[in-house]
């Protein structure tokens, strides 16, 4: 296995909690006998506008993690506490971004570093980051289609109750349900020729994502964790009591559960098919369908969460298996390309 290994995190610590599991992994990967250095960089510091913002530098203020990268430390280190360092001498680039990324940032990096050193791999990010990715997969989910038009809105929940996602939402954000031409936000349910023009601007970006709203949501909506091929294990997500959305940032709880033999053929399914695009961490979600059945509903592959609650619910080392599991990657003399060929790193 490659040793000494030099790693630049990039993430936005401006809705970090406790709970983000950035802090346990850098703490861990810092420690690993194969890496020499472990950098973080956060695009919420106004010293990195350069690079996040105006793609003018591949110049960078950084965090160096030495021993613990504590939570409470964020505010100071990020942004004063800082080294000066240029992304082009790194060894990897550790993608932990949440969305939304300012348009032209991957080209960014593409163009000045070379996305063969990115995890996750911002081509594979970008064709995966857009939930009409799910239409893809009509084996894993329940009925998706992409909906680009009002009609189209209005064609599909007259067949079944639905659930309209935004292409590029994220922690539950924008998220409708449609019922017998009505929308129902929490007040009470709203005719959804009101929302005829407040949908336009989702339309103007490409659509929506259309799924039938499946009645069992209640039963909660489980993250798979997948790392470099392998299930890291699995939270169960619970809606708040009166809400059938079960994000964290919607109220919801997690408890421990386990990945069924369903969701472990999605995941070495979906993991064959995206380690080639440089995809190695991602986060898949499924809910019960109205036959009992886990289907899939979601897949994250930017800032992959849960790894932190997971080991905190399991009481077993997760985190350290995460980071195992990556260096294995990162250490690889072969490292999958884009078009699925070959590389020596």
């Not at 010293?47 to 110049?59: E, G, V």
Request: with cysteine; net charge neutral; aromatic share 8%.
């Amino acid at each position: 296995m490659k040793q000494n290994i030099r790693v630049l995190v990039l993430t936005d610590h401006r809705n970090h909690s406790d709970q983000n599991s950035l802090y346990a992994l850098c703490t861990e990967l810092s420690r690993h006998p194969a890496i020499a250095a472990v950098h973080v960089g956060s695009r919420a510091n106004p010293a990195n506008d350069n690079f996040f913002f105006l793609y003018q530098s591949s110049c960078l203020h950084v965090w160096a993690v030495e021993g613990e990268m504590a939570f409470s430390q964020a505010a100071y280190r990020f942004q004063h506490a800082t080294l000066t360092v240029d992304a082009k001498d790194y060894d990897w680039i550790w993608l932990r971004l949440p969305p939304p990324t300012p348009a032209g940032f991957y080209r960014f990096l593409q163009r000045e570093i070379g996305e063969e050193r990115i995890f996750n791999r911002p081509s594979g990010v970008e064709e995966t980051g857009n939930k009409a990715f799910l239409t893809q997969f009509p084996q894993w989910c329940p009925d998706v289609r992409l909906c680009q038009t009002y009609e189209e809105v209005q064609a599909m929940q007259a067949q079944f109750p639905i659930v309209l996602k935004p292409l590029y939402s994220y922690g539950g954000a924008g998220i409708l349900k449609i019922k017998h031409d009505k929308v129902y936000e929490e007040a009470g349910p709203v005719p959804l020729k009101q929302y005829e023009q407040a949908l336009q601007r989702g339309f103007d970006q490409g659509g929506y994502l259309g799924m039938r709203y499946l009645k069992n949501v209640r039963k909660g909506d489980k993250r798979v964790i997948v790392v470099h091929g392998e299930v890291l294990g699995a939270v169960l997500r619970m809606p708040p009591r009166g809400s059938w959305r079960c994000n964290a940032s919607q109220g919801g709880r997690a408890v421990l559960s386990e990945a069924d033999a369903t969701e472990r053929r999605i995941a070495r399914e979906m993991a064959e098919l995206l380690l080639p695009k440089g995809v190695v961490m991602f986060g898949l979600d499924t809910l019960v369908n109205d036959d009992g059945q886990r289907v899939l509903s979601e897949l994250n592959t930017t800032s992959i969460g849960g790894i932190t609650p997971l080991q905190r619910l399991s009481g077993q080392p997760k985190v350290g298996r995460a980071v195992d599991l990556l260096v294995d990657y990162l250490g690889s003399e072969l490292v999958p390309a884009a078009d699925g060929a070959i590389l020596a790193s």
